[in-house]
């Protein structure tokens, strides 16, 4: 058994247990949801890293640390991982919360009752499978509580868990109350957290309120006593409302010039490199893409990805070409050899794609693009649009929806043709970005579906010799990339303002920032 205790790794300084003031931040969409379970956007992640904490949880810096979990073993073969409890863990209510709470939490999190958009990433727990295909009762996932304070996962096959229980999937959901109040559960007075933080106030399309929770096991060393979430999806807005003394913290920054923001702001301004893609996903499920990987290519070469880095993005992106972005921890490159052609080379070979696929500028292709309300997303619909436009004649429509219906229409894939796609990475490996590419993954919005794909997967995941499982992953990004089931624009960076007084901020790959490891220079009275 390898022993694990990570406390040495929880970057806290040593902060006075009175928490004083409140922080401000912007955070970009309306949360779909704070059910931690069926929430899959990354406004409602950040908002619930303040109100849960799973078994194991990340520092200011992005590294493991603990979370419920003061330690753990693993067993030599990697299948079972033991979990001891910190000792008088409580509920943001003051109540107890014990191991039983936990593996009912995991089997809640799997039920396929529940609707967990991301159960599918704890797929490696034993009977998981089953359970998530309602093939096998949730009390049948090998999730146990041998006391009060230990909780043993048995695994299918070797997996990063220590990675996995960081995700909101796998945070610690109070089930009985879930079931006892169904939706109301997620409501100001009902929610029962055992983060940092827990809920006040919920103004929807305007703020959610948290204020310090004094039953957090780490609650002295929390320093500020409310947080502010407020909606901003209009990142133009967003600045404005920093300029105004509105926000401390933005989610982002508008599309502009980099070196006239950098001289507006100065050290406010924080871009770092971050491990997400943007990329454009394409519906296979139906035409004029279904059957179609000629025309699919064709539209992927027809972009030039140098222009949008250059002139729509302007914040240190990276162009992409490839799914999973440089610098994730055990990733090998797997660009693919066109992405070394002049851009001239790679349009001529477009164009001979198009007519071979049956299109001409006198029977062109239309097409729509789908995208969130965003008008970043606007900007590179309308940049590709005419790229495809003057390389190939393409007719394209550009149709702005509500997150939501976007979500909504997205997975459905009856209307959707072209859509707006982007993963941030759940955590630092290669499988965080493959794995959604899965037959049957609820996140598979493309229906892209490859049997030898999925067997490639497969094989990285029961493989614990690091090189063979990188080249096994290479393998299946190079199969995903050849098919272009999606046309990767560009590798990430995250893009803040963050007001002096705010101290603490530290940029991580992961773009986490939960505001335990924050504090207020200037804090007054709450």
């Known amino acids: 058994m390898r022993l694990f205790a990570l406390a040495g790794l929880l970057a806290l300084a040593p902060f006075a247990a009175t928490a004083t003031g409140t922080l401000e931040r912007g955070n970009g969409p309306e949360p779909d949801s704070l059910d931690a379970h069926r929430a899959q956007s990354l406004s409602a992640f950040s908002v619930l890293r303040d109100l ?24 030599d073969d990697a299948r079972t991982w033991t979990f001891r409890l910190r000792a008088d863990l409580r509920w943001s209510d003051g109540e107890p919360l014990t191991a039983d709470q936990v593996v009912a939490s995991f089997r809640r999190a799997l039920d396929p009752a529940t609707l967990a958009p991301y159960a599918n990433l704890l797929d490696p727990i034993a009977g998981a499978h089953d359970v998530i295909a309602g093939r096998a009762p949730p009390d049948s996932l090998g999730v146990a509580a041998p006391d009060a304070r230990t909780v043993v996962f048995r695994l299918e096959r070797a997996a990063p868990l220590s990675k996995l229980l960081t995700l909101p999937v796998a945070f610690v959901v109070d089930a009985e109350a879930a079931t006892r109040h169904g939706a109301r559960h997620t409501r100001p007075g009902v929610l029962r957290g055992n983060g940092a933080y827990r809920l006040f106030d919920w103004r929807p399309q305007t703020a959610i309120t948290l204020e310090r929770n004094p039953h957090y096991h780490g609650a002295a060393d929390v320093p500020i006593a409310r947080v502010r979430f407020h909606v901003t999806e209009d990142a133009a807005s967003e600045m404005k409302r920093y300029l105004a003394g509105d926000l401390d913290l933005t989610e982002s920054v508008p599309a502009g010039n980099l070196e006239r923001l950098r001289a507006r702001f100065g050290d406010e301004l924080v871009i770092a490199p971050m491990l997400g893609t943007y990329w454009l996903g394409l519906n296979l499920r139906r035409p004029p893409f279904r059957d179609a990987p000629e025309l699919r290519e064709a539209l992927s070469l027809a972009i030039d990805r140098e222009i949008l880095v250059r002139h729509v993005t302007g914040f240190g992106e990276a162009p992409a070409f490839a799914i999973v972005p440089p610098g994730t921890d055990g990733h090998r490159d797997a660009t693919p050899a066109w992405a070394g052609w002049t851009q001239g080379q790679r349009e001529a070979r477009a164009r001979e794609l198009y007519a071979r696929a049956g299109y001409t500028r006198e029977r ?8 969130n309300t965003s008008p970043q997303h606007r900007r590179l619909a309308l940049a590709v649009a005419a790229m495809w436009r003057d390389v190939l004649g393409v007719r394209t429509r550009q149709v702005n929806e509500e997150w939501k219906v976007f979500v909504v229409n997205r997975r459905a894939g009856r209307i959707t043709q072209v859509f707006r796609g982007t993963w941030i990475a759940d955590y630092d490996d290669p499988m965080s970005f493959l794995a959604t590419f899965r037959r049957g993954s609820p996140l598979n919005a493309t229906g892209f579906d490859d049997p030898a794909f999925d067997v490639l997967l497969d094989h990285a995941a ?19 990339i050849d098919a272009h089931a999606v046309i990767p624009l560009y590798c990430y960076t995250s893009k803040r303002l963050v007001r002096p007084r705010v101290e603490g901020f530290r940029p991580n790959p992961l773009d986490r920032h939960p505001t335990r490891f924050l504090r207020l220079a200037d804090a007054g009275a709450p």
């Open 52 to 75: 849960y904490e799973g078994l194991v949880t990340e520092d200011a810096d992005g590294r493991l640390a603990p979370g419920l979990a003061e330690t753990w073993a693993v067993s």
């Open 462 to 480: 029961q493989e614990t010799d690091p090189m063979r499982r990188a080249n096994l992953l290479r393998e299946a990004e190079t199969r995903l």
């Open 364 to 371: 062109p292709l239309e097409v729509e693009i789908r995208y």
